[in-house]
Protein backbone atom coordinates (compact mmCIF):
# COMPACT_ATOMS: atom_id res chain seq x y z
CA UNK A 1 0.00 0.00 0.00
CA UNK A 2 1.43 3.49 -0.91
CA UNK A 3 -0.87 4.70 2.16
CA UNK A 4 0.30 5.89 5.45
CA UNK A 5 -0.23 3.65 8.17
CA UNK A 6 -1.91 4.55 11.39
CA UNK A 7 -2.65 2.72 14.56
CA UNK A 8 -4.73 2.52 16.51
CA UNK A 9 -7.67 1.27 13.85
CA UNK A 10 -10.35 2.33 16.09
CA UNK A 11 -10.03 4.17 19.55
CA UNK A 12 -12.84 4.20 22.26
CA UNK A 13 -12.24 6.27 25.73
CA UNK A 14 -14.15 7.72 28.33
CA UNK A 15 -15.01 11.95 28.00
CA UNK A 16 -12.07 13.71 30.19
CA UNK A 17 -9.37 11.04 28.97
CA UNK A 18 -6.78 11.43 26.53
CA UNK A 19 -6.37 9.72 23.18
CA UNK A 20 -3.57 9.01 21.70
CA UNK A 21 -3.22 8.06 17.72
CA UNK A 22 0.39 7.38 15.48
CA UNK A 23 1.32 8.07 12.17
CA UNK A 24 3.80 5.96 10.15
CA UNK A 25 5.29 6.72 6.47
CA UNK A 26 7.70 5.93 4.15
CA UNK A 27 9.47 8.62 2.45
CA UNK A 28 10.84 11.74 3.51
CA UNK A 29 8.42 14.65 3.84
CA UNK A 30 7.83 18.51 3.57
CA UNK A 31 5.53 18.13 6.06
CA UNK A 32 2.46 16.45 8.06
CA UNK A 33 -0.86 17.83 8.50
CA UNK A 34 -3.74 15.91 10.49
CA UNK A 35 -7.29 16.45 9.71
CA UNK A 36 -10.69 15.09 11.22
CA UNK A 37 -13.96 14.01 9.63
CA UNK A 38 -17.44 13.47 11.15
CA UNK A 39 -19.29 10.81 9.38
CA UNK A 40 -20.90 11.90 6.68
CA UNK A 41 -19.14 15.18 5.99
CA UNK A 42 -15.56 16.11 4.33
CA UNK A 43 -12.43 16.70 5.74
CA UNK A 44 -11.12 19.29 8.14
CA UNK A 45 -7.90 20.94 8.64
CA UNK A 46 -6.71 20.53 12.24
CA UNK A 47 -2.82 20.84 12.72
CA UNK A 48 0.45 20.77 10.17
CA UNK A 49 4.09 20.24 11.43
CA UNK A 50 7.31 21.00 9.43
CA UNK A 51 9.81 18.42 8.83
CA UNK A 52 11.95 20.51 10.75
CA UNK A 53 9.72 20.90 13.99
CA UNK A 54 9.69 18.44 16.39
CA UNK A 55 6.44 19.19 18.11
CA UNK A 56 3.51 21.39 17.75
CA UNK A 57 0.55 22.53 19.84
CA UNK A 58 -3.22 23.91 19.08
CA UNK A 59 -5.32 23.85 21.96
CA UNK A 60 -6.36 20.50 22.97
CA UNK A 61 -4.12 19.36 20.82
CA UNK A 62 -0.65 17.81 20.98
CA UNK A 63 1.16 16.55 17.74
CA UNK A 64 4.96 15.24 17.43
CA UNK A 65 7.30 14.69 14.66
CA UNK A 66 9.88 11.99 14.63
CA UNK A 67 11.66 12.34 11.10
CA UNK A 68 14.07 9.75 11.69
CA UNK A 69 11.66 6.82 13.18
CA UNK A 70 9.26 8.38 9.79
CA UNK A 71 6.51 8.52 12.32
CA UNK A 72 4.33 11.14 13.67
CA UNK A 73 1.57 11.44 16.99
CA UNK A 74 -1.39 13.48 17.49
CA UNK A 75 -2.20 13.57 21.52
CA UNK A 76 -6.06 15.17 22.36
CA UNK A 77 -5.96 15.72 25.95
CA UNK A 78 -9.16 15.85 28.21
CA UNK A 79 -11.49 14.64 24.59
CA UNK A 80 -15.25 15.45 25.04
CA UNK A 81 -17.99 13.39 23.30
CA UNK A 82 -18.04 16.09 20.37
CA UNK A 83 -14.19 14.96 19.56
CA UNK A 84 -15.80 11.62 18.32
CA UNK A 85 -14.42 11.50 14.50
CA UNK A 86 -12.34 10.09 12.43
CA UNK A 87 -8.73 11.50 12.12
CA UNK A 88 -6.50 11.15 9.42
CA UNK A 89 -2.75 11.87 8.92
CA UNK A 90 -1.27 13.15 5.48
CA UNK A 91 2.16 13.62 4.40
CA UNK A 92 3.59 15.64 1.61
CA UNK A 93 6.65 15.11 -0.66
CA UNK A 94 9.06 17.73 -1.66
CA UNK A 95 7.23 16.56 -5.05
CA UNK A 96 3.99 17.82 -4.28
CA UNK A 97 3.00 14.23 -3.41
CA UNK A 98 0.16 14.25 -0.36
CA UNK A 99 -0.61 10.89 0.79
CA UNK A 100 -3.55 10.10 3.45
CA UNK A 101 -3.47 7.29 5.79
CA UNK A 102 -6.18 4.82 6.74
CA UNK A 103 -7.51 6.60 9.79
CA UNK A 104 -8.38 6.29 13.07
CA UNK A 105 -11.89 6.14 14.59
CA UNK A 106 -12.12 7.70 17.80
CA UNK A 107 -14.87 7.19 19.94
CA UNK A 108 -15.34 9.38 23.45
CA UNK A 109 -17.90 7.90 25.22
CA UNK A 110 -20.15 10.78 27.61
CA UNK B 1 -15.74 33.04 2.74
CA UNK B 2 -17.65 30.58 0.86
CA UNK B 3 -16.09 26.57 1.28
CA UNK B 4 -15.80 24.29 -1.29
CA UNK B 5 -18.99 23.40 -2.92
CA UNK B 6 -19.62 20.00 -4.73
CA UNK B 7 -22.30 18.45 -6.11
CA UNK B 8 -24.35 15.85 -6.49
CA UNK B 9 -23.98 15.22 -2.94
CA UNK B 10 -25.66 11.71 -3.59
CA UNK B 11 -25.34 9.77 -6.97
CA UNK B 12 -27.21 6.08 -7.35
CA UNK B 13 -26.82 4.33 -10.62
CA UNK B 14 -25.91 1.45 -12.34
CA UNK B 15 -23.37 -0.55 -13.34
CA UNK B 16 -22.00 0.57 -16.90
CA UNK B 17 -23.71 3.53 -16.81
CA UNK B 18 -21.75 6.74 -16.42
CA UNK B 19 -21.81 9.80 -13.96
CA UNK B 20 -20.52 13.12 -13.30
CA UNK B 21 -19.36 15.36 -10.40
CA UNK B 22 -18.95 19.16 -9.93
CA UNK B 23 -16.77 20.92 -8.01
CA UNK B 24 -16.30 25.19 -7.13
CA UNK B 25 -13.23 25.94 -5.07
CA UNK B 26 -12.90 28.29 -2.68
CA UNK B 27 -12.55 31.63 -4.51
CA UNK B 28 -8.59 32.20 -4.88
CA UNK B 29 -6.91 28.98 -4.49
CA UNK B 30 -4.70 27.87 -7.14
CA UNK B 31 -4.46 23.98 -6.43
CA UNK B 32 -7.26 21.68 -6.82
CA UNK B 33 -7.79 18.02 -5.87
CA UNK B 34 -9.90 15.50 -6.69
CA UNK B 35 -9.72 12.06 -4.28
CA UNK B 36 -11.66 8.51 -3.65
CA UNK B 37 -12.30 7.57 -0.06
CA UNK B 38 -13.90 4.08 -0.07
CA UNK B 39 -15.60 3.47 3.04
CA UNK B 40 -13.04 2.50 5.78
CA UNK B 41 -10.20 3.79 3.91
CA UNK B 42 -8.28 7.22 4.15
CA UNK B 43 -8.53 9.54 0.89
CA UNK B 44 -6.53 8.56 -2.01
CA UNK B 45 -5.34 11.17 -4.72
CA UNK B 46 -7.03 10.88 -8.18
CA UNK B 47 -5.56 13.73 -9.93
CA UNK B 48 -4.35 17.09 -9.21
CA UNK B 49 -4.82 20.57 -11.07
CA UNK B 50 -2.24 23.69 -10.84
CA UNK B 51 -4.32 26.28 -12.01
CA UNK B 52 -5.92 24.15 -15.02
CA UNK B 53 -2.75 22.21 -15.54
CA UNK B 54 -2.47 18.49 -14.40
CA UNK B 55 0.30 18.23 -11.62
CA UNK B 56 -0.78 14.59 -11.05
CA UNK B 57 -3.00 11.97 -12.59
CA UNK B 58 -0.63 8.67 -11.56
CA UNK B 59 -3.35 6.60 -9.64
CA UNK B 60 -6.46 8.02 -12.28
CA UNK B 61 -7.85 5.13 -13.95
CA UNK B 62 -7.75 6.92 -17.07
CA UNK B 63 -9.66 3.86 -19.20
CA UNK B 64 -12.64 5.03 -16.98
CA UNK B 65 -12.30 8.19 -15.27
CA UNK B 66 -11.85 11.93 -16.42
CA UNK B 67 -11.24 15.45 -15.24
CA UNK B 68 -11.11 19.16 -16.38
CA UNK B 69 -10.42 21.81 -14.58
CA UNK B 70 -12.08 24.55 -16.83
CA UNK B 71 -10.26 28.02 -16.82
CA UNK B 72 -8.64 26.87 -13.56
CA UNK B 73 -11.42 27.50 -11.81
CA UNK B 74 -14.13 25.26 -11.20
CA UNK B 75 -13.70 21.18 -12.00
CA UNK B 76 -15.47 18.15 -13.45
CA UNK B 77 -14.83 14.17 -12.72
CA UNK B 78 -15.98 12.13 -14.89
CA UNK B 79 -16.78 8.24 -14.92
CA UNK B 80 -17.81 6.41 -17.85
CA UNK B 81 -18.95 3.09 -17.79
CA UNK B 82 -18.87 2.92 -13.90
CA UNK B 83 -17.77 -0.29 -12.11
CA UNK B 84 -18.95 -1.76 -9.15
CA UNK B 85 -16.02 -0.94 -7.18
CA UNK B 86 -16.43 2.92 -7.64
CA UNK B 87 -18.83 3.03 -4.79
CA UNK B 88 -17.08 5.27 -2.60
CA UNK B 89 -17.49 9.09 -1.64
CA UNK B 90 -15.27 11.78 -4.12
CA UNK B 91 -14.07 14.39 -2.17
CA UNK B 92 -12.58 17.64 -4.08
CA UNK B 93 -10.66 19.63 -1.91
CA UNK B 94 -8.38 23.09 -2.87
CA UNK B 95 -5.48 24.76 -1.58
CA UNK B 96 -4.26 28.37 -1.83
CA UNK B 97 -0.84 26.93 -2.63
CA UNK B 98 0.41 28.07 -5.75
CA UNK B 99 3.39 26.00 -5.52
CA UNK B 100 2.21 22.34 -6.06
CA UNK B 101 5.85 21.29 -4.18
CA UNK B 102 4.59 22.61 -1.08
CA UNK B 103 1.17 21.63 0.01
CA UNK B 104 -0.53 23.70 3.21
CA UNK B 105 -3.79 23.06 4.56
CA UNK B 106 -6.55 21.59 2.13
CA UNK B 107 -9.90 22.25 2.27
CA UNK B 108 -12.41 19.76 1.52
CA UNK B 109 -15.59 19.80 0.06
CA UNK B 110 -18.95 17.69 1.60
CA UNK B 111 -17.89 15.10 -0.79
CA UNK B 112 -20.01 13.50 -3.80
CA UNK B 113 -21.51 9.88 -2.58
CA UNK B 114 -21.82 7.47 -5.60
CA UNK B 115 -23.31 3.76 -5.18
CA UNK B 116 -23.01 1.86 -8.30
CA UNK B 117 -25.76 -1.06 -8.38
Known amino acids: SQQGEEDPQALSIQEGENATMNCSYKTSINNLQWYRQNSGRGLVHLIL?????REKHSGRLRVTLDTSKKSSSLLITASRAADTASYFCAYNTNAGKSTFGDGTTLTVKP | EAGVAQSPRYKIIEKRQSVAFWCNPISGHATLYWYQQILGQGPKLLIQFQNNGVVDDSQLPKDRFSAERLKGVDSTLKIQPAKLEDSAVYLCASSVSSDFRNTGELFFGEGSRLTVL
Open chain 1, 49 to 53: IRSNE
